[in-house]
Structure formats: C-alpha cells, structure tokens
C-alpha cells in the first residue's frame, strides 16, 4: 500500500476563500508543515480566513480589533462626555416657605404668577451617575437608575447657567406645550425628603439640588412638564419607557450661560468624572486531535488522507468554539476554569435591548433606530448588525431595491433601502440606508438557533484580547506531536490547536439587541 500521508515539509496553507487546501506548492513563510513534530507553529493570522461566512463576529473582531493582553484579567477603561449629559428633571419647587412635589401649578417664590423677570426656586434631579456619566439604557433593567438615586445628584447646576425648562398646559406632567427659560443665581444642596417613596432611593431623602433663577422667557403654560415624577413611580425609571419619547421631552437642558460686563470670577466650579473602569478575562480554548498510525497509513475513499481531513475540520471546529463563545458564552470562573464574556450576553444585560415580532414593520424599526442611533450616544459609523437568516431576509424584502422617494405601501417605502454590497474584511455586507444613516448588515447563522434576532455591535468598542506577554504568546498556536510514538511508546499521533483569548465589550449604550 502506498504511503498517503504528507511527507515531513509538506505545507498545510490556508487559501483565500475555501479554508485549507492540500496543494504542496504554498509560498514560502505562509504555509504551515506538520511533518515537523513537536513544534509550536504561530497561527493566529491564518486562522482567521477559515470559515469567513460561518463565523462572521470572530473575523471581524480579529481582524478590526486585536488587542493583546498580558494579563488574563484585563481592565478597561470607558469615557463619556459630561457636556452633553447636562440635563436633569424639576421634581418639586418652593413658594414661600411651602415645598410642593405633586402637580400644583409652578409659582413663583413669593407666590405670584410667573412673570419675565420673576424669580422662581426649583428643586432638580436626575437619572445618571456623575461619576463616569453612566445613563440607563434603553430595555434595559439591570443597573436601573431612578430619578434621585444615591450618586446622581446635578453637580454641572452652577449660577449664571442658563435653564430650558419644558412646561404644560395640563395638570400631571402631560406633553410638553411651551418651555420656560431661567438664569440661576442660586444652587444648593438639598435633600427632599417627601421625594423617597417616588425616587425609588431607599434613602430618607432623594439627592437633589435647589436652585434659584430669574425667568428670562414666562411660558403661557404653567405646570412642570416633568412633574409626574412626584406621583408616578413608573416614569422615574428609564429602562421603564421609551427614552426618547417619555424622557427626552420632562429634561431640562443647560442652553448656555450669561454674565454681565466686566463680573467677576465666581469661584466655583464643578469637577467631571468621565471615565468608569470594566474588566473581562480569557478563556482557554483547546482542540485536541488523535489518530493511530495504522489509521494515518491507511488510504480510503474520496478523501485518502484521513489525518488531513480531520486537520482541516478540526481547525474550522475551533474557530468556530471561539465565534461561539464569542457571541453567547457568560463572564463566570467555576472551579478555577475561567470563561469569557460573550456579546449577546454583555448586551442582554448591560445594553439597548428592543423586542422583535412577526408583526415588526418598517415604522417599528425606525422607531428602534432613532432610539438606537441617537447621536449623542452612538455617534459614528463602525456599527455592524448580525442578523439571524429570518432578519436578514426580511430587512432585504423592506427595503426592496426602491430608488424614488415614494412610498410604494404602509410596509414598503423609500426610507429604507438596499444600496450596496460590499467586502468588510473578507465578509460579505449588505448596506442599508434608513433614514437615521446606513446600516451595515451581515448574516450570522449562530443567532438561527437564538431568541436574539439581530446583534448590533459598535466595533470600536469591541475587543479581541489574546494573551501575550513574557515572550509567549497565547493567540492560536498549532502544536504538532504533542504524543507520538516517539516520545509516548504509544503507536498513535495527536496534536493540538489552542487559543488563550478573550473579548471587551466596553459602551453598552452603543450596543443593542433585537430579540
């Protein structure tokens, strides 16, 4: 019988597009031989061009966002910016020397109507933590912030700051019909006690600031648009609504500052924090592969080579474990075995999560993306949506190939549209242009089996962390002969493919799920 085994520098290479090819005529430096046992062969850069289709995340993430760890507990650092988050709720206000935080009618502080130029005193509070600006997200129940939650107090309030105050025609905070405009000439620290059963604090006293202001605009309408957060608990919780709906329109914003010719210093300011650390750690990924050498030596049908069948297959198997875990697995140690954190999971608990139905249409996603693309939160363009065959399909039939701005139906209209195909990386991505910006789209066949419908990654804030450090490096390495008859006595070859790597997942506000 023949010897169909590779002889000892017989290239193993990795070719473009069909995974492993068993030519013998690899470039020099780019091929792997397996003949040369017991070595360790580097394979981190070629192993990412096997099973492009099949394990989109792993590519992108390995490819756009390798970085390096020495550590297999590695930190990170977040930042968001403190000037767009300079907004906070009127959840009571004083008149006289009578504190009121249920629906009256707004007064000024000495009880006369309000009038340009009166002065009015509002209690302010707010629903993110000034200590690395962290909001709630929207869906998102874990790590709820309320509305004068411990840590959340508006430390940005300072004189001279000008107010937008939204304002109502109705009585219990309905929609916002007009907006007051307030100069502070005042800010105090000031707990309000009879705000804790509504805050949802758990504390005597919500954290707030009292502030002191001329009106510079009166509107017509007179009750707190916001003043539902004194009687309605649900609407003190962001998760609870729709953000942009419910929450957007009760804040009142900073709108600038005014001083008059030639004031002087103040003397105060305020100090931002707008950073917050995360940590994740590797995972030890490892495929195993034996055969015995009558086995190896034996020539079969269709494929004679067995060992160089099951090399092929065994490479693919362990990317697609890391896409796996890439994608579902939980940041846990058990019993000194430490697991990754993987991307539905971080999103499932920490970002935007929108439902998913049979009945989804077009306005519906539109609604989502509005929340979802919020510029002042996910404000640029390295977004990638996985999608499960059923989306994908259904996001091409909305947007059809429409080109005039027209609308065809109530389910198919020009604002969402097909408008490209393109190569990211070796994967195949659909463009898609909403009206909220274009939408990169790929199809991920791991979330078939899933209740999550689509993944929405922002990839600059998504890390590939493989160990490296003291002159070792962890990312996937081949190691050939691990046991062979040479140095076990046991008649049987095995070698060994591993990965020690992890993923960081950091701004879940700029991440989403459809599920």
């Not at 068993?22 to 099973?51: K, N, P, V």
């Not at 997200?137 to 411990?150: R, Y």
Request: with cysteine.
């Amino acid at each position: 019988m023949a010897d169909t085994s590779y002889p000892a520098n017989t290239p193993l290479a990795i070719a473009t597009s069909t995974g492993l090819s068993e030519g013998y005529a690899a470039s020099q430096g780019s091929s792997l031989s397996t003949g040369d046992l017991r070595r360790r062969y580097d394979f981190s850069e070629r192993f990412s061009e096997l099973a492009l289709s099949q394990t989109p995340f792993f590519r992108l993430v390995s490819m756009l966002a390798k970085k390096p760890t020495d550590d297999p507990s590695f930190k990170f650092t977040e930042k968001r910016q403190s000037w767009l988050k300079r907004y906070a709720y009127v959840v009571g206000y004083r008149h006289g020397s009578t504190d009121v935080h249920n629906n009256a009618e707004l007064k000024e502080s000495d009880n006369s109507a309000l009038s340009l130029g009166g002065e009015v005193k509002l209690y302010m509070a707010t629903d993110y933590f000034s200590a690395g600006n962290i909001q709630n997200v929207q869906g998102q129940s874990n790590g709820a912030i309320k509305v004068g939650d411990a840590g959340t107090a508006p430390e940005f309030l300072q004189v001279n700051q000008v107010l937008k105050v939204p304002m109502s025609s109705t009585a219990g905070g309905g929609a916002a019909t007009d907006y007051m405009l307030v100069r502070i000439t005042a800010v105090a620290a000031q707990g309000a006690s009879n705000l804790s059963a509504n805050s949802g604090t758990g504390s005597a006293t919500a954290e707030t600031k009292l502030i002191t202001g001329k009106i510079l605009r009166a509107p017509a309408a007179t009750h707190i648009e916001s003043a539902s957060y004194s009687s309605d608990v649900a609407q003190c919780v962001s998760y609870n609504v729709d953000i942009a709906e419910s929450l957007e329109e009760r804040r009142s914003y900073v709108v600038g500052n005014s001083f008059g010719e030639g004031s002087s210093l103040l003397g105060t300011t305020w100090k931002d924090n707008p950073y917050s650390t995360g940590y994740g750690q590797t995972q030890i990924f490892r495929t195993e592969f034996g055969m015995t050498n009558t086995a190896r030596a034996t020539a079969l049908k269709y494929e004679p080579n067995e060992w160089a069948r099951v090399w092929k297959d065994k490479l693919i198997e362990h990317k697609w474990d890391i896409e796996q875990a890439g994608l579902f697995s939980s940041q846990v140690t058990d019993s000194s075995v430490n697991h990754t954190q993987g991307a539905v999971d971080y999103v499932l608990n920490y970002g935007n999560i929108f439902s998913w139905s049979s009945s989804k249409n077009i306005d519906d996603f539109l609604q989502d993306m509005s929340q979802y693309q919020d510029p002042r939160y996910n404000q640029d363009k390295a977004t990638v949506f996985l999608c499960s065959t059923e989306v994908f399909t259904w996001l091409h039939k909305l947007g059809g190939f429409f080109k005039q701005n027209i609308d065809i139906d109530d389910q198919f209209r020009a604002d969402l549209a097909v408008t490209g195909r393109k190569k990211v990386m070796g994967l195949d991505v659909t463009t898609i242009s909403t009206v909220y910006g274009d939408i990169n789209v790929s199809r991920c066949i791991a979330l078939d089996g899933s209740h999550v419908k689509i993944l929405a990654l922002n990839m600059n804030n998504v890390k590939y962390r493989p160990l490296v450090g003291n002159g070792v490096n962890r990312d996937t390495s081949i190691y050939v002969g691990v046991q062979t008859l040479e140095n076990s006595g046991i008649d049987k070859r095995v070698d060994m493919i591993l990965t020690e790597a992890g993923f960081e997942f950091m701004m879940p506000e700029s991440h989403a799920i459809w599920k």
